[in-house]
T-cell receptor, first 116, second 113 residues
Framework: DAGVIQSPRHEVTEMGQEVTLRCKPI?????LFWYRQTMMRGLELLIY????????DSGMPEDRFSAKMPNASFSTLKIQPSEPRDSAVYFC??????????????FGPGTRLTVL | GDSVTQMEGPVTLSEEAFLTINCTYT??????LFWYVQYPGEGLQLLLK?????DKGSNKGFEATYRKETTSFHLEKGSVQVSDSAVYFC????????????FGTGTRLKVLA
């Protein structure tokens, strides 16, 4: 299995521009998570989906952030307009949904976003 | 709400030293507990897990025991190697069908040769 795939791996953009991050979860996984990692705030859950449906978006910082999952094999996280404080590493993770309480999350390599 | 507290880093050890990274949690239910590891430039990987009280998770020489009485899940390794240098995250899963994790802030470990 190829694992969780994220693109791009690095993104440098200017303040005010739109940024779109992409994620392909592991085939057969039903849950997908978007995280943001910064030195100041650590690892923060932004939003998660079950069966392509957003379940909890309480971690999304503000209306500039939006996430979609149009099908089971693709998700996007969009920032519009971007600001320097959005600079971070953004991780996507997927998980197989089972009846067990053990539900390992598999992380992608992350996208390092720099907003100038 | 549920939370995870980890010891502050960085932790710097010499090769073959004993490692302990403390982790405590608060939870209203019966969570599953995890340790994840993040190597430089990579995403997080599951290191070990425990799903109920008194379970011991182990992998690659690392161990952690789910202690309900002390609400702890401390990570230990008897003899660290330079290749263990990474950031370690303690996490809990709320279960109850939410499949949502709560992560600690992470503890950076640096092992010197």
């Amino acid at each position: 299995d190829a694992g969780v795939i994220q693109s791009p791996r690095h993104e440098v953009t200017e303040m005010g521009q739109e940024v779109t991050l992409r994620c392909k979860p592991i085939s057969g996984h039903n849950s997908l998570f978007w995280y943001r990692q910064t030195m100041m705030r650590g690892l923060e859950l932004l939003i998660y989906f079950n069966n392509n449906v957003p379940i909890d978006d309480s971690g999304m910082p503000e209306d500039r952030f939006s996430a979609k999952m149009p099908n089971a094999s693709f998700s996007t996280l969009k920032i519009q307009p971007s600001e320097p404080r959005d600079s971070a590493v953004y991780f996507c993770a997927s998980s197989p949904r089972t009846s067990s309480s053990y539900n390992e999350q598999f992380f992608g390599p992350g996208t390092r976003l720099t907003v100038l | 709400g549920d939370s995870v507290t980890q010891m502050e880093g960085p932790v710097t050890l010499s090769e073959e030293a004993f490692l302990t990274i403390n982790c405590t949690y608060t939870a209203t239910g019966y969570p599953s507990l995890f340790w994840y590891v993040q190597y430089p430039g990579e995403g997080l990987q599951l290191l070990l897990k425990a799903t109920k009280a008194d379970d011991k998770g182990s992998n690659k020489g690392f161990e952690a025991t789910y202690r309900k009485e002390t609400t702890s899940f401390h990570l230990e390794k008897g003899s660290v190697q330079v290749s263990d240098s990474a950031v370690y995250f303690c996490a809990l899963s709320e279960g109850s069908g939410t499949y949502k994790y709560i992560f600690g802030t992470g503890t950076r470990l640096k092992v010197l040769a």
